[in-house]
């Protein structure tokens, strides 16, 4: 079942992200310079699954739909993991932003395994309007 989140949906809050997911402002229309250098400051890992994610603003998306599609299939590692340490690609354009990081993620219930990623509808629009500016 797909999961999509409107822009006010409270399961926003409840994400499992630690520091640098709180305490920044959130992406707004008035980053779209800060949004450009932070697309061009993405490790191209990175910037696969975050394009990825754009493109399914507000969808949870499982860690192995984001290894199979953004990141040509498995490579023998859990996917938890290598989307992790992929997204971990985004730290230079974060450390610059003065913004959160631009996406959100759950830990798998109990009993499951991997966690879902996601990208706030507002935030995208920010993003892919950089992008558009960019192209």
Same mark, same amino acid.
């Given at each position: *079942?797909?999961?999509?989140?409107?822009?006010?949906?409270?399961?926003?809050?409840?994400?499992?992200?630690?520091?640098?997911?709180?305490?920044?402002?959130?992406?707004?229309?008035?980053?779209?310079? !800060?949004?450009?250098?932070?697309?061009?400051?993405?490790?191209?890992?990175?910037?696969?699954?975050?394009?990825?994610?754009?493109?399914?603003?507000? !969808?949870?998306?499982?860690?192995?739909?984001?290894?199979?599609?953004?990141?040509?299939?498995?490579?023998?590692?859990?996917?938890?993991?290598?989307?992790?340490?992929?997204?971990?690609? *985004?730290?230079?354009?974060?450390?610059?932003?003065?913004?959160?990081?631009?996406?959100?993620?759950?830990?798998?219930?109990?009993?499951?395994?991997?966690?879902?990623?996601?990208?706030?509808?507002?935030?995208?629009?920010?993003?892919?309007?950089?992008?558009?500016?960019?192209?």
């Amino acid at each position: *079942m797909t999961d999509y989140l409107s822009e006010v949906d409270p399961r926003w809050a409840g994400h499992s992200g630690e520091e640098k997911h709180y305490g920044a402002p959130e992406w707004g229309p008035e980053d779209l310079e !800060r949004a450009t250098v932070f697309l061009a400051e993405l490790a191209p890992q990175a910037q696969q699954v975050f394009e990825y994610l754009l493109r399914n603003p507000g !969808r949870r998306v499982h860690c192995t739909e984001l290894v199979d599609q953004a990141l040509g299939g498995p490579n023998g590692g859990a996917p938890a993991q290598r989307v992790a340490g992929v997204l971990s690609g *985004m730290g230079k354009g974060y450390s610059g932003s003065g913004r959160r990081l631009p996406f959100y993620w759950w830990e798998a219930p109990e009993g499951s395994a991997g966690a879902t990623y996601a990208v706030r509808p507002s935030v995208a629009a920010v993003f892919l309007a950089a992008q558009l500016k960019t192209a």
